[in-house]
């Protein structure tokens, strides 16, 4: 599989309302749009920061495009 094939997968699966529900859950929960850092304790602040790059990944694999369709909050 290419990286194209693979990013198209990518946002195919965050497509849908459902999709993008899971997609902002993702993004909260990764600390993409928020703090990582821990004064307390630099493991926490080095695992909040494995978790973020995963979903800066996620977020890199989806077009500019679709993340600006994408609300950046799941507060309503």
């Not at 602040?45 to 950046?72: H, Y």
């Amino acid at each position: 599989m290419t990286p194209d094939e693979l990013r198209e997968l990518y946002r195919g699966l965050f497509a849908s309302a459902d999709g993008k529900a899971v997609y902002n859950d993702l993004m909260a929960r990764t600390s993409v749009y928020g703090v990582t850092y821990t004064a307390d304790s630099t493991h926490e602040t080095a695992f909040k920061e494995g978790q973020r790059s995963v979903g800066l990944f996620l977020r890199n694999m989806v077009t500019i495009d679709d993340v600006r369709e994408l609300p950046t909050s799941t507060e309503e």
